[in-house]
């Protein structure tokens, strides 16, 4: 018996290592081609290692691609939207689950509803609304329609559900309002769920690609993923610079996941099973 769950043992390990390498293949194969000359990437048979290291793909996108304040832009836009978003969608899911009043499940409903709708088919009136708001080529103007959520909200009801209602009477009952409620006992409480949410609304902002492109125009104020799509010049498109920018826009990810991927299982095997 032993020895058979040693030997399944083993075997589930090879496929879980054969899985991980198919998974990483498209990673290290973007990695090689970052410092790679743009004819090595296309060379048959393909070469796996470049024989000479091309840092300079790394310095051209900063010196001459302002690479630098694309990633400021990025930055700005997906800490800025994911505080934003954790803020509100944690107000709304602490309304719904422990407040009562009149037409609560039927908005709740509707707020659930809105996950059907697809981002494309608000385009053209979000940009009408943007365009006479003035927030057309403002980062702004990407960050605000995304400080709601409707995934976020019911993420945050599921977790608040677990927050005691003698907990919350006992604080009311001692003269705190419920703004010091919120931040004094709720919010703390949450922080599993900020961790958590927080990682999948950052990465969301930071690969947010089809608003940007429709709503940001000058060269200053792209965000990295739009960066990147604007290095495409037909023929001539510098697939080697590309990867460059894709190694780099990876990277802040990979840093965040890495440092937060305790609370992030926390929150994903506590949160979603409240209530």
Known sequence: MKKQHKTLSIVMLLVFLILAAVFMFPFIWMLSSSLKDKSQIFANPPIWIPHTLHWENFTQLFTERHFGAVILNSLFTAVTGTVGALFFCSLAGFAFAKYRFRGKNLLFGL???????????????????????????????????????????????QYCMSVENELLEAARMDGCS???????????????????????????EWNNFLWPTVILRSENNLTIAVAIRALQSGV????????????????????????????????????????
Not at 124 to 149: A, K, N, Q
Not at 189 to 203: D, M
Not at 251 to 272: E, H, R, S
Request: hydrophobic share 55%.
């Open 236 to 275: 001539r498109t510098p697939y080697n610079l590309i990867m460059s920018g894709s190694v780099i826009s990876v990277l802040p990810m990979l840093a965040v996941i890495f440092i937060f991927q305790k609370q992030i299982f926390a929150g994903l095997t506590d949160g979603t099973l409240k209530g």
């Open 111 to 157: 707020v659930l509803a809105s996950l059907m709708i697809p981002m494309e088919s608000s385009l053209v009136p979000l940009f009408v609304i943007y365009r006479d708001l003035g927030l057309i080529d403002h980062l702004w103007g990407v960050i605000l329609p995304r400080l709601t959520s409707a995934f976020g909200i019911f993420y945050m009801r």
């Open 178 to 204: 419920e703004n010091r409620i919120y931040f004094r006992i709720v919010a703390p409480i949450l922080i599993p769920a900020f961790a958590s949410l927080g990682i999948i609304f950052f990465v969301e």
